[in-house]
């Protein structure tokens, strides 16, 4: 499956605590007040702050990404290499640990206006890029004007309501704010990448490019091969690898990222030595591919790392800018056919649970019917919502798991006909003579096997439903463009959302070519609903307006939900040293984790 996170194009947006302008600025900010780690603290809980640095890693990008031709990671064009953050420092950065916390890098202080319609960021004179420059507010401020007007549709999307950002003076910036949505963008615009005014005077942001760019970051690219491979190296002279938001992190020497064209491939390479760590997202390689003498012996491991972040949204996303899933019986019949109890046991080794939310494994997820709270901020949307958002939480059905349930199937059939669709010969019709055909879209051959058993359902329904393989590059186009009938995708949501979930939801990103809005819900009672969670002024508010955001967006029937494992299932050589807390809310591999010389000199690889 494909996974939306693109280097600089990540949604873990965060929220603000309004601080007044005569207070002491910050060293951090949060949602809603509360910071774990007081100013002057030496370093995360979660890293080890005396880990050695040196040796390299070899591991994969984002899964899902199977190539790359660019190194700018913040425009539409191209398809650009993973980790490209690795080379841009920030205002402040996230703390793992917490929901919603951020710390300062470049940014020693924030300090937002008692009328949150601005934020003032004081920076740390030594801050410096790779090439010994230093990192002014002139950076700072040219890089916002560059990602809102030529960056990503999803930067665009998220500064929307960011009126200005003018550098005071060489160490000081402020950004203005207009509109009433303005919760997240003090936090937002801290964490954007900061890039060299310098370097992007002399070189173009908006093209797709292989020139490395420069940027003030703990890494610099070293060398790579287009569409093959990625190595990064680690700066010595990386100028706040002493800072407490950086002590025990970015502990290893080079990371390199490969390339593959399919999972298969990758698993091979692990097992061969190649690799020095992958997460397993395949259930059938999970529990059958690592019955290796590597792995009995402690070689090679198998971890289950928890998960307590939100599962965020996985499934088969309907295109609903089609005409033929305009209507949602269509679109909630094409769900009865999926019989996740049969896959799960035949395909997964029972290793899964039911996705139901789009805030799966969290505490915004609805359950049962509305509170009184949530009923609130429904009851004045009841005309444009449809009638299932205000009963139980739409849940998807339970098969009894024969592969072909027949109580199911024939309310997807009837269904079917209530909107319109009949049969004519083995296929169905509507009354303009049009066949209801469906297409998966896919780029690897691995997830045939789990939509196969899902086209013969659909076709005893008289669906003309069929898979297309395209290759990486075409398949990432076509998803820019929304040219697919049914595709599969996966949204991480984060643990305080808000701004971000215009991208996924909102009809201002639904025709916005290379939005993250798959189905192309396009709905002003959704639009009010996001409002709602963005305006959240506490935690309980916040939790509120997401669960009826949710709920009304299940209630739309737009996405066949998948499954969901509150855990990492990641496979390693056995030549790392690991903190001995890992974080709530990150894996923090490539953050905290180093090489143990002493294993990785006696190591033996190989099945």
């Known amino acids: 499956m494909q996974y939306l996170r693109r280097c600089g194009v990540f949604f ?30 030496e370093h995360f809980d979660y890293v080890n702050s005396d880990a050695p640095k040196g ?62 319609m601005s934020v003032t960021f004081t920076l740390r004179p ?56 303005v919760r997240d963008l003090p936090m937002q615009v801290a964490t954007l990448p900061i890039f060299s005014k310098a370097f992007y005077t002399e070189n173009e942001f908006k093209k797709t490019s292989l020139k490395p760019p420069l940027g003030s970051g703990p890494y610099r690219v070293k060398k790579f091969s287009q569409g093959s491979f990625i190595t990064y190296e680690r700066r010595d002279d990386y100028w706040a690898k002493d800072l407490p938001v950086n002590r025990g992190r970015h502990n290893f020497d080079e990371i390199k990222l490969l390339y593959f064209r399919d999972r298969t491939a990758e698993l091979e390479a692990l097992k061969a030595g190649v690799l ?12 059958t591919e ?86 609130a901020l429904l009851e004045p949307l009841r005309d444009e919502l449809p009638a299932e958002t205000f009963g139980e939480a739409i849940e998807p059905p339970v098969s009894n798991g024969s592969g ?25 019709v509507n009354d303009k003579g049009d066949v209801l055909k469906v297409e998966f879209l896919i780029f690897a051959p691995t997830f045939e096997r789990i939509i196969a058993p899902y086209v013969r359902n659909l076709k005893l ?19 820019k463009n929304f040219d697919f009938d049914i595709t599969t995708q996966r949204f991480t949501m984060s643990e305080t959302p808000g701004v971000e979930l215009e991208a996924f939801f909102s009809s201002s990103t639904a025709d916005l070519i290379g939005s993250f809005n798959m189905a192309g819900i396009k709905s002003p ?20 307006a997401a669960r009826a955001l949710d709920r009304a967006l299940r209630a739309q029937h737009m996405w066949v939900p998948h499954w969901y494992k509150a855990a990492h299932n990641v496979v390693h050589w056995d030549i790392f040293g690991k903190p001995e807390i890992k974080p709530n809310f990150n894996r923090a591999i490539l953050d905290t984790w180093w090489i143990d010389a002493d294993k990785a000199a006696s190591i033996k690889r190989g099945p």
């Open 12 to 41: 873990s947006i965060l929220v603000l605590l309004s601080t007044a302008v005569a207070a002491e600025p910050r060293h951090g900010l949060s949602a809603f007040g509360d910071l774990k780690y007081r100013a002057r603290f």
């Open 55 to 116: 040796g390299r890693i070899v591991t994969l990008g984002t899964a899902g990404v199977i190539t790359f031709d660019s190194l700018n990671g913040y425009i539409l064009k191209g398809d650009p290499a993973q980790n490209l953050n690795l080379l841009f420092d920030s205002l402040m950065v996230r703390a793992f640990d917490e929901p919603d916390a951020v710390y300062g890098l470049v940014a020693k202080y924030g300090d937002v206006a008692d009328d949150r």
């Open 126 to 181: 030594e801050a410096r890029f790779a090439d010994g420059t230093p990192v002014t507010a002139h950076d700072v401020a040219e890089s916002f004007r560059l990602l809102k007007k030529d960056g990503h549709p999803s930067y665009q999307v998220l500064l929307r309501d960011v009126e200005t950002s003018k550098a005071v003076d060489d160490h000081t910036v402020r950004y203005s704010f207009k509109g009433k949505n």
């Open 276 to 287: 020095d760590l992958r997460e397993e997202f395949t259930s059938k390689h999970w529990a």
């Open 290 to 375: 690592y019955e290796l003498a590597s792995v009995k012996e402690g070689r090679l491991i198998k971890a289950d790392m928890p998960d307590e972040t939100t599962s965020g949204a996985q499934g088969f996303f309907l295109n609903m800018r089609k005409a033929k899933f305009a209507d949602p019986r269509t679109r909630r019949a094409l769900g009865l056919a999926f019989d996740f109890e049969w896959s799960n046991a035949n395909l997964f080794f029972s290793l899964y649970k039911r996705t139901g939310s789009f805030f799966e494994n969290s505490t915004i997820r609805a359950i049962g019917k509305p509170s009184a709270g949530e009923l």
């Open 404 to 428: 072909q349930d027949r109580k199911l199937l024939r309310q997807a059939n009837k269904l079917l006909k209530e909107a319109g669709w009949k049969r004519n010969g083995t296929q169905l």
């Open 461 to 479: 329904l008289g669906v003309d439903a069929s898979i297309r393989q395209v290759e990486g590059a075409q398949f990432q186009e076509r998803l």
């Open 525 to 544: 009672a959704i639009d009010i609903l996001i409002d709602h969670v963005k305006q959240a002024k506490s935690r309980d508010e916040l939790t509120t």
